[in-house]
Each structure stands twice: as C-alpha cells, then as structure tokens.
C-alpha cells in the first residue's frame, strides 16, 4: 500500500509565508508526475501546480509568482512554498501524486489534505 502524508499548513496573516510538505510511503517503484490542489468552501478542487519527474513545472495564473513547487525524488517528496499569501488562499490544499507501486494496483493517490488560512 501506498500512504502520503501532508504537513505544513496553518493559520498565516497575509503577505506571510508557509511550506507544505507530502511525503510518499510503502510499496513505491516510482513517481511521476507530483502536485498540489486545493479546495475552497463551496468551491471544486482545483489544481496549484505540479511538477513532473523530470522536473518541468506548471501553475494556475495565481500562483505563478508567488508558489513554488519542488520534489526531493531520494524523499518521495513533494513542496509547496507559499509567499505574498492573500485570504483568497484560504483553502484545503491536497497532495496528489501518480506512483506506480511494486505490485499491480492504483496509481493515483491523494493526500488527506491539510488546512490553510490565511487571515486579512
């Protein structure tokens, strides 16, 4: 089995900084691509960033410029740096990452989510 783990959330005022962390664990050959999504109340996930193996990096318009996404292959794990963060930040951010484990089985695993709040 497959287990990912978030840290790094919190309550922030805004223009502060944090780091979200997703560590991967148990039966992994390999990663590929890894990112980070979040959910707003009343609103639909919505994808960060993510960044593929190799290390190319993609972001929604808002994050660009503020966001930072980066991988440790050696850690199975993946980083969110968050600065200049606004309220409108204010969300459940999820790691997700497409492992292909050591034996036959599911290849799309979720992080359990962890909460940022960014205060006015």
């Known amino acids: 089995q497959v287990q990912l783990v978030e840290s790094g959330g919190g309550l922030v005022q805004a223009g502060r900084s944090l780091r979200l962390s997703c560590v991967a664990s148990?039966?992994?050959?390999?990663?590929?691509?890894m990112g980070w999504y979040r959910q707003a109340p009343g609103k639909q996930r919505e994808l960060v960033a993510s960044?593929?193996?190799?290390?190319?990096?993609n972001y929604a318009d808002y994050a660009k410029g503020r966001f930072t996404i980066s991988r440790d292959n050696a850690k199975n794990t993946v980083y969110l740096q968050m600065s200049g963060l606004k309220p409108e930040d204010t969300a459940v951010y999820y790691c997700?990452?497409?492992?292909?484990?050591?034996?036959?089985?599911?290849?799309?695993?979720w992080g359990q989510g962890t909460q940022v709040t960014v205060s006015s």
């Open positions: 148990g039966s992994i050959f390999n990663i590929n691509a």
């Open positions: 997700n990452q497409n492992i292909i484990p050591t034996i036959p089985g599911p290849t799309d695993y």
């Open positions: 960044i593929s193996r190799r290390g190319v990096t």
